[in-house]
């Protein structure tokens, strides 16, 4: 007998193995099509300046299928690019050097993949872009095995009411009834990385509405260009065959990296010992190798830019733990930009202390990458390891079981998930630094909040004990000197609220 070979094309691969996305049980498909969605509904409206409002849907069919629907007032996908966008693996908008929740061009094709396996039904699609004169509705389907969309059906209606954004519905077989728990978690936790938007949730025994609680968002990210240290021999192949053979090398430099001046490009091309004026057509392989190895080695380059990241802010990260958790006390930090091996990131850490968070043996970590909540995969993650190992919470006064919730933001050009379902960040050392200096900031402030509300109580229980003697006290003065035992009782009073106010004895 021999072999059959043939190539399995990407869409058949995820078919396959779509737990390694993350649809692995009834249960888990629910959730992460829930978060698939609202990612692409997040990234569509406040990567470009519109304020959110997210409409999410999920009803229970007599068939026992699940509808999921989702509706965004976001910029809306051009009517030619939408087969694609959902019908076929690996293609999206995405694959540019700036921080977005998307990054793998794979996420709505797996929720399309997983409905279409379990229903056979299309999914259906309602969108306009900004000032577009037409409302364009399709029903896609995927071509498992060639991994091209198939269009069902395609309605186009005139967009007179000025609508931009996009509607998603699709029928899935799933667990309602036990994802629930985590989609409420996961939708709380996404108004908590966005107080800038409105999301609501109806659903089976469950309705969830966050207003936004700021009306401002973060700058929005913008694209950038790779680092120098971060590049690798096939990457510089590629660019190098993009660009003009008659190009000299220390123009290549200058043109595709972030931060590359002539001078730091010269200075680099003589530590290296490579000739800066040589034309990319007389760059060998061997000259390649070398000078992907130079360029990771290299120190005068400057550090990444932040401009590709788009961190919350130490004001709105505040108030999006204020609105959700409801604390006693609450503190952010966002760390300056740092970098690892040429990806740009800033970390940033908030925390949250009392009021109605309820004590637990363990403080509460509540973490995120990319503004996405990251609900799986705990044990292995960095803030875990860092919140629970690394910090002695004695030294800064919390005494456990403690109202304690720790919040971490990874955001990056590229952050280290472990895996594609994205759900745990890897400890790399230079992260894992910026977290623990993040939370030791956070934890100092708690301290002193600690120690005044220790002093403030510490005078009250003196202001009480003291308070017990004072019949006594002035009724004996009163005998002793023959001043009046009303005034002595009032005089004494007043003397010891002034001086439990100041904190002292
Ligand atoms: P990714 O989000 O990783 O790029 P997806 O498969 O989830 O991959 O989405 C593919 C592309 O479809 C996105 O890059 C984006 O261009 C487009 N897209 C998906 N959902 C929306 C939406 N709600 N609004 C606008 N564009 C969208
Ligand atoms: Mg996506």
């Known amino acids: 007998m021999s072999e059959q070979y043939r190539q399995l094309s990407p869409s058949e691969f995820f078919y396959r193995n779509r737990e390694v996305a993350g649809f692995s049980n009834p249960t888990r498909a629910v959730y992460q099509a829930v978060r698939e969605l609202v990612e692409n509904a997040l990234d569509a409206t406040e990567m470009h300046g519109i304020l959110p409002d997210i409409k999410l849907e999920l009803r229970e069919e007599g068939d026992g299928s699940?509808?999921?629907?989702?509706?965004?007032?976001?910029?809306?996908?051009?009517?030619?690019?939408?087969?694609?966008?959902?019908?076929?693996?690996?293609?999206?908008?995405?694959?540019?050097?700036?921080?977005?929740?998307?990054?793998?061009?794979?996420?709505?094709?797996?929720?399309?993949?997983?409905?279409?396996?379990?229903?056979?039904?299309?999914?259906?699609?309602?969108?306009?872009?900004a000032r577009s004169k037409f409302v364009y509705e399709y029903e896609v389907m995927i071509d498992v095995e060639k991994n091209i969309p198939v269009i069902k059906s395609l309605k186009i209606s005139r967009n007179d009411s000025k609508w931009h954004g996009t509607r998603v519905e699709l029928s899935m077989r799933g667990n309602w009834v036990q994802a629930k728990k985590r989609v409420e978690e996961y939708v709380r936790r996404t108004a908590l990385i966005a107080p800038y938007a409105r999301i609501s949730l109806e659903a089976p025994d469950l309705v969830l509405r966050f207003e936004r609680s700021v009306e401002k968002l973060p700058p929005a990210p913008k694209v950038g260009r790779p680092h120098p240290k971060g590049v690798d021999i096939e990457m510089l192949r590629m660019m190098?065959?993009?660009?003009?053979?008659?190009?000299?090398?220390?123009?290549?430099?200058?043109?595709?990296?972030?931060?590359?001046?002539?001078?730091?490009?010269?200075?680099?091309?003589?530590?290296?010992?490579?000739?800066?004026?040589?034309?990319?057509?007389?760059?060998?392989?061997?000259?390649?190798?070398?000078?992907?190895?130079?360029?990771?080695?290299?120190?005068?380059?400057?550090r990444p830019k932040a401009s590709t990241l788009s961190p919350l802010g130490e004001e709105l990260l505040a108030e999006g733990v204020r609105a959700v958790l409801n604390p006693e006390f609450v503190t952010a930090v966002s760390r300056a930009p740092s970098s690892y091996g040429g990806h740009p990131f800033v970390v940033e850490v908030a925390l949250?202390?009392?009021?109605?968070?309820?004590?637990?043996?363990?403080?509460?970590?509540?973490?995120?990458?990319?503004?996405?909540?990251?609900?799986?995969?705990?044990?292995?993650?960095?803030?875990?390891?860092?919140?629970?190992?690394?910090?002695?919470?004695?030294?800064?006064?919390?005494?456990?079981?403690?109202?304690?919730?720790?919040?971490?933001?990874?955001?990056?050009?590229?952050?280290?998930?472990?895996?594609?379902?994205?759900?745990?960040?890897?400890?790399?050392?230079?992260?894992?630094?910026?977290?623990?200096?993040?939370?030791?900031?956070?934890?100092?402030?708690?301290?002193?909040?600690?120690?005044?509300?220790?002093?403030?109580?510490?005078?009250?229980?003196?202001?009480?004990?003291v308070g017990k003697y004072v019949e006594d006290v002035s009724r004996a003065l009163s005998y002793i000197t023959n001043y009046d035992e009303e005034q002595l009782r009032s005089r004494l009073v007043e003397l010891i609220r002034s001086r439990s106010s100041r904190g002292g004895r």
């Not at 279409?116 to 299309?122: D, I, K, N, V, Y």
């Not at 220390?250 to 530590?271: H, I, Q, S, Y």
């Not at 456990?400 to 594609?420: D, E, I, Q, W």
Request: charged fraction near 25%.
């Open 66 to 129: 699940l509808t999921l629907a989702i509706e965004d007032n976001g910029i809306g996908i051009p009517s030619s690019e939408v087969p694609n966008v959902f019908g076929r693996v690996f293609y999206g908008s995405k694959y540019v050097l700036r921080q977005s929740r998307g990054v793998f061009g794979l996420g709505v094709k797996m929720v399309v993949l997983y409905a279409q396996m379990t229903t056979g039904r299309p999914v259906k699609v309602r969108t306009a872009t």
């Open 240 to 302: 190098v065959e993009r660009s003009k053979r008659s190009t000299p090398l220390v123009e290549f430099l200058v043109e595709n990296f972030d931060g590359v001046g002539p001078v730091t490009a010269r200075k680099f091309c003589e530590w290296a010992g490579l000739n800066p004026e040589m034309k990319l057509r007389d760059l060998k392989v061997s000259d390649l190798e070398l000078l992907a190895l130079k360029m990771q080695e290299f120190s005068g380059w400057r």
């Open 352 to 465: 949250a202390y009392g009021g109605a968070i309820p004590p637990a043996e363990r403080p509460l970590v509540l973490r995120f990458a990319n503004r996405i909540p990251l609900l799986y995969d705990e044990g292995v993650d960095v803030s875990v390891k860092v919140v629970t190992e690394k910090i002695d919470w004695r030294t800064y006064k919390v005494e456990f079981p403690a109202p304690l919730a720790v919040v971490t933001h990874v955001c990056s050009t590229k952050v280290p998930f472990k895996g594609v379902g994205k759900e745990a960040v890897a400890d790399v050392p230079e992260i894992e630094s910026e977290i623990e200096a993040g939370v030791r900031e956070c934890a100092r402030r708690l301290r002193l909040h600690l120690s005044r509300l220790e002093r403030l109580l510490e005078a009250k229980r003196w202001r009480v004990t």
